[in-house]
C-alpha cells in the first residue's frame, strides 16, 4: 500500500491556491454526466452535497435519519473558529494554522492544517450569507469569544447552538437543491457496504431502514462523511446512531485507517449516573470562558457541599497547574488533569467521579442576567439532566468520549486509498492531529464540504470518461449486495439471549477502562484479549427479534455493534504501537515528571495508517512521515 | 437516592403504515427517577427482546434535545408533561410510583405511521424544500461583517431558528396544521437582511407546499406554542401571516428571462 500525501509543493501559503489551478476542471457542460454518491448529511456531508449540485454534478445523498437536518453536527455547541481578527487581537491564518497543529500536538499534516485556517473565512462569509443567526454585538457586527487552546477570541457562536444553526444553513442549502431536482436524498437510508470494481470505489449498498430492502447505486465517485466512531466506547456525547459502518467498510474493502487511537475524551460532560445511562451529555466547552474549574484540596472535603468549602480549601488546579491559559487549557490536558484529582480521591458526587464547574464569580462580576444570555439553553439542559440549578450550585462535570481524530488516510484531494472514495469531516483523519481543539470540527467539516471537495472532486472525475458508469446489474455489484444480504441473514440466524445493547455495554466497559484517558501496555494486551471474547460471544449469543424486511431498529443497532467489536480492536491495537504519549493519547510509560505528555519526535513523528488484510490476519501498519517546514516541531506548553 | 417506580406503559403498536393499530400494556419495573425517558423504554424494549417478542419501536438520536427526532405523545401531550422539554430530556422524576402512562405516535395526515411510535415526517423536509432558504450558492458571499445586523433582529432571529422540526406542534394542532413550523423559518429569514430579496416567495411556496402535503389550517388555537420544546412564539405566525397576505396581493407570474446578448 502506498501513502501518497499529493502535498503540492512550494511554500505552504500558497499550495492551496497553486493546487486549485492546477487541478484539472470538468467543463460545465459535462458535470452533469457525472454522479456523486454522498454518504452522510452533516456538516460535511450536507455542504458537499450542495455545493457539488450547485456545480452541475448529479448528486445522490444518504443518511441514516429520517431527515437530512437531523445529523449529530446538530448537537455541537460552542463555535466555530475562523481566523477573521476582527477584534483586533492579533489573530490571523497562521496563528489560527499554528495554534491548530500546537493543538493536536504536532501529529496532523501541516499543508492540510493551513488550507484548513484559510478556508476559514470562507465559511463565515457563506453562513452569514445563508441567515445563519450568528450572535452580535450591539453595533450590529459579530460577537466572538474564546476557546480552548488559543490566547485569541476567534470562536463564532450561535448560543449555545452554533453546531444546529451552521447545519440548518447546510441543510437548506442541500434542501434548495433537492427542490431543484440536482439532489436526490435518500432519508433512513444506511451504507452498509462498499463497492469496489478493479480497485475502484464505484458505489454502495445500503439497506432502506423502513422496508429492509438492500439496494445498490452506482456512481462515478463515493464521499464519505459519516462521522466518527467515538459510540466505540458505548458511553459518548455522539448520537445514539452515529457509527463506523461506512468507514469500516471502506476500510475492509482497501482504505487505510489512519490514527484509529486518536480518540478525544472531552472534558466537561454532565458525569455518569448509573447502569442504565444511554449517553452522556456535553457542556460546551465554551462555559470555560466563565466558569473556574475546581475540586476540594482535601479529599474530606469531598462530601461536603459546595458553598460549605471556603475559597482557601478548593483546588482551582487548572489555573494553579496552567496559570497563562487556566480554564481554557486544551481538551485533553484537561480531561487528564479532572482524571488525576478524582483519582487522588478528590472527587466530587456520589461516585467520586467528577469535578465542579463553578460560575459563582462570574455571575458576581457580570450578573446573572449576562450569565443567562451567554449559556442560557446549557444551563437549563444541565438542570432538565440532573435536577440541580447551576445558577445556584456549580455544575458537576467530568470527561467523557466525544470525537475521534483518527479516521480513513485521506491524501491533501481527500481522498483515500481507494480511488474514487473520498472522505470529509470528522470520518477522515487530517487535520486535527492528537487531539483537536474547541470550535475547529465545525471549521473542518464545513471546509471540507463547502471550499475543498468541489474543487479536488473535479481533479478526479476529469480524468474518468463520461458515461463510463458500471451498471447496477454488474456481476461484481450484484455479489457485494449479496455479502450484505448474507450478513444480515447471519446476525438473524444466531438466535441467541443477548439483546445488542448488551455487548456494545461489554466493549464499552472494556474500551473504557483500558484505552479511555489513560493507557498502557498492560492494559490494552488485555482489551485485546477481552475484545475478541466479547465479539466471540456476540457472534454466538446475540438474540435479534423480528425480521429484515421491516423497520427492525435491533438489527440496525446489532450491526452497528458488529462493526465497533472489531474497531475496538483496531483502535487498541494502533494504541499499543504507538509507544509515546501525544495530545489525547497518554501512554502512562511516557510522560514527564509533572504529569504531562511526553512525545517521541524520532521514532513516531508519523501517521500510522492501517491496512486490512483479511479476518483472521493481522493488519499491517503504514507510516506516512511527518515534517514541519513552517512550524518548528516544539513540545507542547501551556503553562 | 430516591425510590425506584413501577409503571404501567400502554403502547400504541402498529406493525406498518398499512396494518391497524392498538394499545398494548406493558410493564415498566424498578425504574431509577435519574434514567431519562428514552433509558425506561431501552429497559422495557431489553426486556422484550429477551422475551423473544417485538420491541416498540420509536424515533430517537441525539438524546439530549437537539435533533428533534424524538416524538411521541406522552400522556395525551407531545413531547410529555414538561414543558420546553423534549421527550429524550425528560426524566422518570416527573412520573410517580404506580403511574400509567400511555404512549402514541405523532397524529396528523401528514405524518403516515411507519412503525409503532415512528412516524414519516418527510413533509417538513419538503417544506423547506419549497422555499425555506436563501439562495446562495457556495463561494458567492460578500464578507460577513459587511452587513451589519441590529442585534435585536438577529436575537429574534435566532429565537425562530431555535426550531428543531420535531412535528410536535402538529400533533398538537386540532387541525394539524405545520404553521408554527413554518412561520419559524419564514420569520427567521424575514427579520434578516439576506433573506429579502426572495422573502415574499419564499412564503408563497412554503405555504403553497404545506396546503399539498394536507397540513390543516390554523385556527389560532395556540397548543402548538404550549407543546413547542423550544418555545417557539405564535407571533412568527403573525409575522408569516403578514408577509403572506402582502405576498398574495403584490403576485405578479414570473416572467420569462430573455437570452442576453452574444
Known amino acids: 500500500m502506498e501513502l501518497n500525501s499529493r502535498i503540492p509543493d512550494g511554500p505552504i501559503e500558497n499550495k492551496w491556491e497553486k493546487h486549485k489551478f492546477d487541478l484539472k476542471l470538468v467543463n460545465p457542460a459535462n458535470k452533469r454526466k457525472y454522479k456523486v454518491l454522498v454518504v452522510g448529511s452533516g456538516l460535511a456531508g450536507g455542504a458537499a452535497a450542495a455545493s457539488m449540485a450547485e456545480l452541475g454534478y448529479e448528486v445522490e445523498c444518504f443518511c441514516y435519519q429520517d431527515s437530512p437536518r437531523r445529523a449529530h453536527s446538530i448537537a455541537a455547541q460552542g463555535g466555530i473558529n475562523a481566523a477573521k481578527n476582527y477584534h483586533n487581537d492579533g489573530d490571523s491564518v497562521r496563528r489560527l494554522f499554528y495554534d491548530t497543529v500546537k493543538g493536536g500536538d504536532f501529529r496532523a499534516r501541516e499543508a492540510n492544517v493551513h488550507r484548513l485556517a484559510e478556508v476559514s473565512n470562507n465559511i463565515i462569509d457563506q453562513c452569514v450569507a445563508q441567515g445563519v443567526p450568528f450572535a452580535r454585538e450591539y453595533g450590529g457586527l459579530l460577537d466572538n469569544r474564546s476557546f480552548g487552546g488559543a490566547q485569541v477570541s476567534r470562536t463564532f457562536y450561535a448560543r449555545g447552538q452554533t453546531g444546529q444553526q451552521l447545519l440548518l444553513g447546510a441543510y437548506q442549502a442541500l434542501e434548495r437543491q433537492i427542490g431543484l431536482g440536482a439532489v436526490k436524498m435518500f432519508p433512513r437510508h444506511e451504507m452498509l457496504e462498499l463497492i469496489v470494481v478493479d480497485g475502484v470505489a464505484k458505489g454502495i449498498v445500503t439497506r432502506n431502514m423502513v422496508t429492509g430492502a438492500v439496494e445498490s447505486h452506482v456512481a462515478d465517485a463515493v464521499c464519505l462523511a459519516t462521522g466518527g466512531y467515538g459510540n466505540v466506547f458505548y458511553l459518548s456525547t455522539n448520537a445514539k446512531g452515529c457509527n463506523g459502518t461506512a468507514i469500516w467498510r471502506a476500510y475492509k474493502k482497501g482504505a487505510a485507517f489512519a490514527n484509529p487511537c486518536f480518540t478525544q475524551i472531552h472534558p466537561t460532560c454532565i458525569p455518569v449516573t448509573g447502569d442504565h445511562q444511554s449517553k452522556l451529555t456535553l457542556m460546551s466547552e465554551s462555559l470555560r470562558n466563565d466558569g473556574r474549574i475546581w475540586v476540594p484540596k482535601r479529599k474530606e472535603d469531598c462530601g461536603k457541599p459546595a458553598s460549605q468549602i471556603p475559597e482557601e480549601d478548593r483546588d482551582y488546579y487548572l489555573e494553579r497547574k496552567y496559570p497563562s491559559y487556566g480554564n481554557l487549557a486544551p481538551r485533553d490536558i484537561s480531561s487528564r488533569a479532572a482524571k488525576q484529582a478524582c483519582d487522588e480521591g478528590r472527587g466530587i458526587g456520589a461516585t467520586g467521579r467528577g469535578v465542579y464547574l463553578d460560575f459563582e464569580a462570574s455571575i458576581k462580576r457580570l450578573g446573572q442576567n449576562k450569565i443567562e444570555e451567554r449559556y442560557g439553553n446549557l444551563f437549563e439542559m444541565y438542570e432538565r439532566i440532573t435536577d440541580e440549578n447551576p445558577y445556584k450550585t456549580p455544575m458537576r462535570i467530568y470527561p467523557a468520549s466525544h470525537y475521534t481524530m483518527g479516521g480513513l488516510w485521506v491524501d491533501y484531494n481527500l481522498m483515500s486509498t481507494i480511488p474514487g472514495l473520498f472522505v470529509l469531516g470528522e470520518a477522515n483523519f487530517s487535520d486535527h492531529g492528537a487531539n483537536r481543539l474547541g470550535a475547529s470540527a465545525l471549521m473542518q467539516g464545513l471546509a471540507d464540504g463547502y471550499f475543498v471537495i468541489p474543487y479536488t472532486i473535479g481533479g478526479y472525475l476529469a480524468s474518468i470518461k463520461p458515461g463510463s458508469r458500471i451498471k447496477v446489474d454488474d456481476p461484481v455489484v450484484k455479489a457485494t449486495e449479496q455479502s450484505v444480504s448474507g450478513q444480515i441473514n447471519r446476525l438473524f440466524s444466531i438466535q441467541g439471549k443477548q439483546t445488542p445493547d448488551y455487548f456494545h455495554r461489554e466493549l464499552g466497559k472494556v474500551m473504557w477502562e483500558y484505552s479511555g484517558m489513560g493507557r498502557t501496555e498492560a492494559g490494552l494486551k488485555k482489551a485485546l484479549e477481552l475484545i475478541p471474547q466479547i465479539r466471540e460471544e456476540f457472534w454466538h449469543n446475540l438474540r435479534l427479534p423480528g425480521a429484515g424486511e421491516e423497520v427492525n431498529q435491533a438489527l440496525e443497532t446489532a450491526g452497528r455493534v458488529a462493526d465497533f467489536l472489531e474497531i475496538g480492536e483496531l483502535l487498541c491495537l494502533d494504541a499499543l504501537n504507538r509507544r509515546e504519549s501525544c495530545g489525547a493519547h497518554f501512554r502512562e510509560e511516557w510522560q514527564t515528571g509533572d504529569g504531562e505528555a511526553l512525545r517521541d519526535d524520532e521514532n513516531f513523528c508519523h501517521v500510522a495508517a492501517w491496512e486490512y488484510k483479511g479476518d483472521g490476519n493481522a493488519p499491517v501498519r503504514h507510516t506516512e512521515a511527518l515534517s514541519f517546514e513552517s512550524l518548528h516541531l516544539a513540545t507542547r506548553n501551556y503553562k | ?262
Open chain 2, 1 to 262: 437516592m430516591s425510590k425506584h417506580l413501577n409503571l404501567t406503559l400502554h403502547v400504541w403498536r402498529q406493525k406498518n403504515a398499512t396494518c391497524d393499530g392498538k394499545f398494548v400494556e406493558y410493564p415498566a419495573e424498578n425504574i431509577s427517577p435519574d434514567m431519562s425517558f428514552l433509558e425506561m423504554l431501552d429497559i422495557v424494549n431489553e426486556g422484550l427482546i429477551r422475551k423473544g417478542e417485538d420491541p416498540i419501536t420509536f424515533d430517537h438520536d441525539c438524546r439530549e434535545g437537539i435533533c428533534g427526532t424524538c416524538s411521541m405523545v406522552i400522556n395525551g401531550r407531545p413531547h410529555g408533561p414538561k414543558e420546553r422539554t423534549t421527550t429524550c430530556q425528560l426524566h422518570m422524576r416527573s412520573f410517580k410510583d404506580g403511574e400509567s402512562i400511555t404512549l402514541e405516535p405523532w397524529r396528523a395526515e401528514a405524518f403516515p405511521v411507519l412503525k409503532d411510535l415512528m412516524v414519516d415526517r418527510g413533509a417538513l423536509d419538503r417544506i423547506i424544500a419549497a422555499g425555506g432558504f436563501v439562495s446562495v450558492p457556495t463561494g458567492s458571499a460578500q464578507d460577513a461583517n459587511a452587513l451589519p445586523i441590529p442585534k435585536e433582529n438577529a436575537e429574534l432571529a435566532m429565537d425562530a431558528a431555535a426550531c428543531i422540526g420535531c412535528g410536535a406542534c402538529v400533533a398538537a394542532c386540532p387541525n394539524a396544521s405545520a404553521m408554527l413550523f413554518l412561520s419559524a423559518k419564514v420569520s427567521q429569514l424575514s427579520l434578516l437582511p439576506q433573506g429579502q430579496p426572495e422573502r415574499y416567495t419564499r412564503v408563497r411556496d412554503m405555504v403553497a407546499q404545506m396546503d399539498a402535503e394536507e397540513f390543516g389550517t390554523c385556527t389560532n388555537h395556540g397548543e402548538c406554542e404550549i407543546a413547542c420544546p423550544k418555545g417557539i412564539k405564535m407571533e412568527n405566525i403573525a409575522r408569516m401571516n403578514r408577509d403572506f397576505i402582502k405576498a398574495s396581493l403584490t403576485y405578479r407570474p414570473a416572467v420569462a428571462g430573455g437570452g442576453g446578448a452574444g
